[in-house]
């Protein structure tokens, strides 16, 4: 029982990271708090699921087709909904604000469309494995593999790209893009794009496993940004980690008491965290400074 | 006839939430989602009292003030740090976290089942039974709710709270107890939100958690932004606003199954119509700066 | 008398010594300077006092009483109050209601006294209406009290975030830069109100580049350079310090 608990709530986890990655990529370069990345997660699911399940492309080129959407899609919520807002300097709340709204407008969009009802995008029963007393179903190994591939491709662009050290320097002092001569309106495009493209990818997964229905976006962001909060605010890695804990104390939580408290559980771990660890378990701790400006 | 009069009484109840909710965003300069948790925990504390404990509709409504104040301070306390984003989190957070206690504890809510059969308010010996008659009290005790909210809020704590929100750092030097502020702002905003609750449960005469889901602190979050904070006409206008627009919009003949979520597109393309031609809102004063 | 006193007070910043064991006293309605380069300390110093800091050493003691660390409110509830080199108004708020929120220990603060206690509130409301309009008068801003702070200009933000201090009770000022980016009137007018508050009896602590406003109002100086206190006294003394003209003036 423990260890296929654990096994799940790792695969959870890897969910959660990846989305808690692609939340922190936009958060900690632009210092947006990107609620609209909820309704790409959740959009990402339905384009899937109109390429494959309704227009019966085949799995791989539909997702293919589906995050370059997306990307693209990414990219002109930057355009249009935060560029203006930005080039004003409106304030974080404003920002926020709009995010907001953009979210509500996608997922209602969908219910519209599709309905509120749970589509299925792979049914039929799963083929599973076995590994000693632990079963997987495919798609769970697949999440498994594609969270480790990107990942470590996503450190190793951190590390050695020129973008990548565009986003720590950023990550660092975001006053920085409009002074040092970096093309901020691409670099931002960039970021958007990786961003939602990875929100994309954990969305297919999960839709692929347990199905989708229009609401499955907020309680996707909401695992991100706890995630992003439990690893610390700035590190990406800590992201990636905060994510896996977060999928492992769910499932944990789950054997103890039940599934219905699962969102409780990640908001008690939430308010923990804020109360006695607000840098997270990474992150450096700058809040007198901060305050003094 | 009783339409119209169902649409005041609702005006009445959103009203409260509104003007209580400008509390912490308007004037302390605070984004909060959590307004529909203390909404619900009004409602169900007011049922529960009355229901299981046989309590008067008074007791139980002051009662129910008191709980959702104190309430209020298991997320208002751990959060008075954070700033801007982190505070929406938190208070998400807490929302989320009420919704799943009044859907699971089955025991003392009935969850999903909801509570029906909640009496009517009996005051001072006068039984109040029709639309008409419930019309008569939820006016009053609006009247009575914005009369005290517009005292606090022209009081010199509104002033302090004001000041909070330009400045918080300025306001601290100035020798003000920040911290303490906010926390009060926020407690007396949850009271007022479970005055709604509990008028709302009285009058529906059935609750179930569905009345109070993140949806519905977005919703009244939405309500505030779009008519304007920071004064008293701005939520005004956002309750009258969204809460007979979308009557309008029954007259259009949308279809029923879609009606719900065209009207929550609506509010989503204002929000960010609205932050980004006119932040204060329609009638509001802060600009979200 | 000395009033505030610092004692080998150290600050760093991520292995950066910003103040380093530095050690000052204020007497009681003296005019002090705080001189020397960008980034000698000096801002840190107040943000240290003032409570937004918390020194890694050393000790505050202000009326003999032991300080270091505490909350910035607390602090300024003692009396040591804080001029920002940004100003800090409540921009959105009008003159009056900026200078109406600084009063200390308002019993209308408290929402259930503000609604229940009207009287009281009402009758400490219009004391503090009548001290406002002193305030203004006494800086010079009669004719804008209704306007709102943001729309002022740069040196009457000045004189308001001074009157805003005065409402607030402060017996210590932490003055930064009260005369930068001011026109030469208003910074005429600027020092003669400091050279007022110190006669009133009013310690004042500035932190300020320009050399002929040292010159002209400080009581005594300490010139700081890399976080430490490298030159102190009278005005003539440290000016004239050769070392001084040479690292900050570069004469």
């Known amino acids: 029982m423990l260890p296929q608990l654990i096994a799940n709530g790792l695969v959870m986890g890897c969910s959660y990271a990846l989305v808690a990655l692609g939340f922190a990529l936009i958060y900690n370069t632009t210092r947006t708090f990107h609620f609209a990345h909820g309704g790409v997660y959740v959009l990402s699911a339905y384009l899937l699921y109109t390429f494959r399940n309704l227009w019966g492309i085949p799995l791989v080129p539909a997702a293919i087709l589906t995050l370059l959407l997306i990307a693209f899609l990414g990219v002109a919520i930057d355009e249009v909904l935060y560029r203006p807002l930005v080039k004003r300097g409106s304030s974080q709340p404003i920002q926020m604000l709009s995010s907001l709204g953009l979210y509500i407008v996608i997922i209602n969009l969908i219910a519209m469309f599709y309905g509120n009802e749970t589509k299925m995008l792979s049914p039929g029963v799963q083929p599973t494995y076995t590994v000693g007393h632990i079963i997987l179903a495919r798609t769970q190994i697949v999440t498994a593999v594609t969270f480790v591939v990107l990942f470590v491709s996503l450190l190793f662009l951190l590390r050695k790209s020129r973008m990548g050290k565009t986003i720590r320097a950023l990550r660092d002092d975001p006053e920085l893009v409009s002074a040092s001569g970096i093309n901020a309106r691409f670099f931002r495009w960039s970021v958007f794009a990786l961003g939602s493209v990875l929100a994309g990818v954990a969305a297919i997964l999960a839709g692929l496993d347990v199905g989708i229905d229009p609401n499955i976006g907020m309680t996707a962001l909401l695992s991100g940004a706890v995630a992003v909060i439990i690893g610390g605010v700035g590190v990406f890695e800590g992201a990636a980690l905060g994510g896996i804990a977060l999928g492992l104390l769910q499932s944990l939580a789950i054997w103890q008491t039940s599934a219905r408290w699962q969102d409780m559980v990640t908001f008690v771990v939430l308010i923990v965290f804020l109360l006695f660890r607000p840098q997270g378990l990474f992150g450096i701790r700058r809040r007198a400074e901060e305050m003094a400006g | 006839m009783n339409y119209l009069l169902h649409i005041l009484v609702i005006i009445c109840i959103y009203l409260v939430l509104g003007l209580s909710l400008n509390l912490i965003v308007g004037y302390t300069g605070l984004l909060s989602l959590s307004h529909a948790a203390f909404y619900g925990i009004g409602a169900y504390i007011g049922t529960l009292l009355m229901m299981n404990l046989g309590l008067g509709f008074l007791p139980s409504l002051a009662l129910a003030v008191i709980g959702a104040m104190l309430l209020s301070l298991t997320i208002s306390i751990p959060s008075l740090r954070l700033k801007g984003d982190y505070f929406m989190l938190a208070t998400l957070g807490f929302q989320i976290i009420v919704f799943a206690v009044l859907y699971n504890w089955v025991g003392l809510t009935r969850g999903p089942f909801g509570i029906p059969g909640i009496p009517r308010p009996s005051l001072f010996g006068f039984q109040l039974r029709t639309v008409g008659h419930y019309l008569g009290f939820s006016v009053a005790v609006a009247a009575i709710c914005l009369g005290l909210l517009f005292l606090i809020t022209h009081s010199p704590f509104g002033r302090v709270l004001k000041a909070i929100r330009e400045d918080e750092m300025a306001a601290a030097a100035l020798g003000k107890d920040t911290p303490r502020l906010k926390v009060v702002a926020f407690s007396i905003a949850a009271g007022f939100a479970a005055v709604s609750g509990v008028l709302f449960a009285t009058y529906m005469r059935y609750i179930d958690p569905t009345s109070f889901t993140l949806m519905e602190s977005i919703f009244i979050l939405s309500v505030i932004v779009i008519g304007g904070t920071g004064n008293v006409s701005g939520p005004i206008a956002g309750t009258i606003l969204l809460i007979v627009l979308p009557e309008a919009l029954r007259f259009l003949r949308i279809p029923d199954a879609i009606a719900a979520n065209m009207r929550q597109v609506i509010y989503g393309l204002a929000i960010i119509l609205i932050m980004r031609y006119r932040p204060q809102g329609l009638l509001g004063e802060y600009r979200f700066e | ?251």
């Not at chain 3, 937004?52 to 032991?66: A, N």
């Not at chain 3, 940004?86 to 929402?111: S, W, Y």
């Not at chain 3, 203004?136 to 740069?154: I, M, P, Q, T, Y």
């Not at chain 3, 400091?194 to 100086?221: P, S, Y």
């Open chain 3, 1 to 251: 008398m000395t009033v505030l006193e610092l004692n080998n007070l150290s600050k760093s910043f991520g292995g950066v010594r910003a103040v380093d064991r530095v050690s000052m006293g204020f007497r009681k309605g003296r005019i002090t300077g705080l001189i020397g380069p960008n980034g000698a300390g000096k801002t840190t110093v107040f943000n240290l006092i003032s409570g937004f800091l918390k020194p890694d050493e050393g000790k505050i003691s202000y009326q003999d009483q032991t300080i270091t660390g505490i909350l910035p409110w607390k602090v300024a509830r003692m009396g040591i109050g804080r001029l920002f080199q940004d100003i800090h108004l409540f921009p959105h708020m009008r003159v009056v209601d900026n200078i109406l929120a600084a009063f200390q220990k308002q019993t209308g603060e408290n929402p259930l006294l503000a609604l229940f206690v009207r009287p009281k509130v009402t009758a400490e409301e219009k004391n503090h209406r009548g001290q406002t309009q002193e305030l203004l008068r006494f800086v010079g801003l009669s004719d804008k009290a209704n306007e709102l702070a943001e729309n002022l200009s740069h040196g009457q933000q000045k004189l308001l975030s001074i009157a805003r201090l005065l409402a607030a009770e402060a017996d210590v000022l932490l003055m930064d830069e009260p005369t930068a980016g001011v026109s030469p009137q208003m910074v005429d007018k600027i020092l003669d109100l400091i050279k007022r508050l110190a006669e009133n009896g009013r310690t004042v602590v500035f932190i300020e580049h320009n050399m002929n406003v040292v010159i002209e109002i400080a009581d005594w100086v300490y010139f700081m350079d890399n976080g430490q206190v490298a030159s102190f006294g009278s005005p003539d003394d440290v000016l004239g310090d050769p070392e001084v003209r040479k690292a900050y003036i570069g004469v």
